[in-house]
C-alpha cells in the first residue's frame, strides 16, 4: 500500500525545489532543473539521461522498463515565463508553502506536473509495478518561448535514439470546469496552429508638411480597422464536435437544444451568444471554432516630418485543425481589404488526435471510477503546448493534455498561468500525482490497487 501522506509531503518537496530553480525562459537556465531531477532519479536506481541542447539548456529523459507494448511518455516543460515580483504575495520563486498552496512561477505550468510525473515514476519503482510497456519520463527545456527549440523537437532531430514513445501524456488539459452545476474535465486532443504574418501597406513618401493622400499609414489603419469585430466563419474539429456534444447531453432540453446549434457552422456563432455560460468558456469557444487574427504590433515611420513609404502590422493568427495558411489568408483578405500586402512569417500546423484510442478511453475510465459524474471531454486548445515540436516530426505519435486539476472556488486557474500569484494546492498535487499514477498503471496492464 502506498502512503499517500507521504508522497502529499515528498511531492510538495520536489515542486518547491524545482520552483526554487529559477528557469525563466529566455534565457532558460533549465540544466540546473534537469540536473535536480536527475540527481532525484539516480538515487532511486534509475539511470537517468541528461543531455543539454545548448549550453545550460538542459533535459533529462528516465525510463521504466516494462513489457513490449509501445512506450507512454510522461511529458513536462522545466522553463518558466517571467514574474514580476512586486506583484506577488509571496516571491515567484521561493516556493513559499503558505494557505494549503505551494506558490511560485511554475506551480501550475508546469512544474507541478514535473513533480507529479516525477512521483509517479518513483512510486512504480518502489513499488515493483512491472507494467506491460516502458513508461519514460521527460523534463524538458524550452516550451515558453515561441519558437524555441532546445527542448523536444531538438532531442528528436538530433537524438532521435532518446524519443521512441508513440503515446505522450502532458499539459493542455485535465482541469474541471462548470455548466451550469454540471462539472467536466478536459483532456486536451488537439491545439490550433500558428499562422504569423504581416499586413505590408505602401504609399509615397513625402514632407510631413505637404500631405499627399496616398499614406501607408492611412492604408494599414483602414486595413487594421477592417478586423474590428470580424467575423471568421465556424469550422468545426472533430474534438470540438465530441466536447459540444458531450455537454449537451448533460444539459436540460432547452439549453441542450441551443448547444446542438453550435455543431452547426451556419448557426453557431448566434447560438453561442445566447449560452448561459461565463464570459470565459464563451471566448475560449469562440476561439475554437474559429480561425482568429489579433493585431499585436505595428511599425511605421521614424520621423514626426516624415511621411514614411511603408507601414506593418504583425497578425497573431491561429488555425483550426483541417485549416491551412492559405484558407486563413483567403479569410483574411476579406475583412483587410486590398492595400495591404499580407506576407506570412511562421507557420506550424494545426494538430488533432483522436479521442477514440485506448489511451484517451483509459484517462477517461479511470476519471469516471473517482468522479462519475464529471465525464471527460476531448478539448482544443486555443494556444500551443510542446506537441508542435513532436507532432510535425513524429507524426504517428498520440500526444493527450491531462494534468488532473479541480479548479478552487472563486479561482480562475487560467489567469494564474503566466499571471501573478501563481500557486497550487497542496491537495491537487496531490490528486493529480494519484490519478496519474493510475492511469499508468491501468494503461500498463495493472489494475490500480
Ligand atoms: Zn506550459
Redesign the pocket.
Known amino acids: 500500500m502506498i502512503n499517500w501522506e507521504a508522497v502529499r509531503a515528498e511531492v510538495t518537496r520536489h515542486l518547491q525545489a524545482l520552483i526554487r530553480i529559477d528557469t525563466t525562459n529566455p534565457p532558460g537556465n533549465e540544466s540546473e532543473a534537469a540536473r535536480y531531477l536527475e540527481g532525484v532519479l539516480r538515487r532511486e536506481g534509475f539511470e537517468p539521461l541528461f543531455v543539454e541542447s545548448a549550453p545550460g539548456r538542459g533535459n533529462v529523459l528516465a525510463r521504466l522498463a516494462g513489457g513490449d507494448g509501445p512506450p507512454l511518455m510522461l511529458l513536462?516543460?522545466t522553463d518558466?515565463v517571467a514574474a514580476e515580483p512586486e506583484h506577488w504575495t509571496h516571491p515567484p520563486f521561493s516556493g513559499a508553502l503558505a494557505d494549503g498552496c505551494v506558490w511560485g512561477r511554475g506551480a501550475l505550468?508546469?512544474k507541478n506536473m514535473v513533480a507529479a510525473n516525477l512521483m509517479v515514476l518513483l512510486l512504480l519503482q518502489r513499488e515493483s509495478v512491472r507494467l506491460n510497456r516502458d513508461i519514460i519520463f521527460a523534463a524538458t527545456a524550452d516550451?515558453?518561448a515561441g519558437k524555441g527549440n532546445h527542448g523536444p523537437g531538438w532531442i528528436i532531430d538530433n537524438r532521435p535514439d532518446l524519443w521512441d514513445a508513440p503515446l505522450i501524456i502532458t499539459?493542455?488539459g485535465g482541469s474541471d470546469f462548470a455548466v451550469g452545476e454540471q462539472r467536466f474535465y478536459t483532456c486536451q486532443t488537439g491545439q490550433k496552429g500558428l499562422c504569423r504574418l504581416r499586413l505590408i501597406a505602401r504609399g509615397t513618401p513625402g514632407h510631413g508638411s505637404m500631405p499627399h493622400g496616398d499614406s501607408a499609414i492611412v492604408k494599414l489603419s483602414r486595413a487594421l480597422a477592417g478586423l474590428a469585430g470580424t467575423a471568421f466563419p465556424a469550422h468545426m474539429s472533430a474534438s470540438v464536435r465530441r466536447f459540444v456534444e458531450g455537454i449537451a447531453s448533460r444539459r436540460p432540453a432547452p439549453e441542450a437544444a441551443l448547444w446542438r446549434q453550435v455543431l452547426d457552422p451556419a448557426t453557431a456563432d448566434t447560438a453561442l451568444c445566447a449560452l448561459p455560460i461565463s464570459s470565459t468558456l464563451r471566448r475560449e469557444l469562440g476561439a475554437v471554432l474559429h480561425n482568429t487574427a489579433s493585431p499585436t504590433m505595428a511599425e511605421a515611420g521614424s520621423k514626426i516630418n516624415v511621411i514614411p513609404g511603408e507601414a506593418t502590422a504583425w497578425i497573431d493568427g491561429r488555425l483550426v485543425p483541417g485549416q491551412t495558411p492559405e484558407n486563413f489568408v483567403a479569410e483574411l483578405r476579406a475583412f483587410v481589404g486590398d492595400e495591404v500586402a499580407i506576407e506570412v512569417d511562421q507557420c506550424t500546423p494545426p494538430l488533432e488526435a483522436s479521442s477514440d484510442t485506448p489511451l484517451f478511453r483509459t484517462i477517461a475510465a479511470v476519471m469516471q471510477k473517482r468522479e462519475p459524474d464529471a465525464p471527460v471531454l476531448p478539448y482544443l486548445m486555443p494556444a500551443g503546448?510542446?506537441a508542435k515540436h513532436i507532432v510535425p516530426r513524429r507524426p504517428e505519435t498520440q500526444i493527450y493534455g491531462f494534468m488532473p486539476y479541480r479548479q478552487q472556488p472563486g479561482e480562475e486557474e487560467m489567469e494564474l498561468?503566466h499571471g501573478h500569484d501563481e500557486r497550487t494546492s497542496v491537495e491537487e498535487l496531490l490528486f493529480a500525482t494519484q490519478v496519474l499514477y493510475e492511469i499508468v498503471c491501468r494503461f500498463g496492464g495493472v489494475e490500480y490497487r
Open positions: 513536462g516543460h518558466v505550468d508546469m516550451e515558453e499539459e493542455g503546448t510542446d498561468i
